[in-house]
């Protein structure tokens, strides 16, 4: 059964950084049982809303406008986990952070658009909060 545990999330204050980590279990990055995985945050109040996504096919990475220049998304084969280096946070970056399988058609086309959707995805871990505050 896939499993995903995100670690790594804490108070920052502005202009700092953290790295974010998606724990995969029960299925290898490596092998494409999935096409991709994604970064999504909540923050209290709003809707989920994309952060990043990595394709395991190409290693083809997407980013919303909003963290683009700041994040970087990544995969360790080795550790079965996949990465969100988050630097020069800001307030508005505060939220639960959470990781999940890409669940929609294995295509590049689709998924450069589709990515954003929490819909087009399962496996959601339970989440670590990031707060970003001096």
């Known amino acids: 059964q896939a499993q995903l545990v995100e670690s790594g999330g804490g108070l920052v204050q502005p202009g700092g950084s953290l790295r974010l980590s998606c724990a995969a279990s029960?299925?290898?990055?490596?092998?494409?049982?999935?096409?991709?995985i994604g970064w999504f945050r909540q923050a209290p109040g709003k809707e989920r809303e994309g952060v990043s996504c990595?394709?395991?096919?190409?290693?083809?990475?997407y980013y919303a406008d909003s963290v683009k220049g700041r994040f970087t998304i990544s995969i360790d084969n080795g550790k079965n986990t996949v990465y969100l280096h988050m630097d020069s946070l800001k307030p508005e970056d505060t939220a639960v952070y959470y990781c999940?399988?890409?669940?929609?058609?294995?295509?590049?086309?689709?998924?450069?658009?589709?990515?954003?959707?929490?819909?087009?995805?399962?496996?959601w871990g339970q989440g670590t909060q990031v707060t970003v505050s001096s």
């Open positions: 999940a399988t890409y669940r929609g058609f294995p295509s590049s086309v689709l998924l450069s658009s589709l990515w954003v959707l929490p819909a087009q995805y399962e496996n």
């Open positions: 029960g299925f290898t990055l490596a092998t494409l049982d999935y096409y991709a």
């Open positions: 990595i394709s395991f096919n190409d290693l083809s990475t």
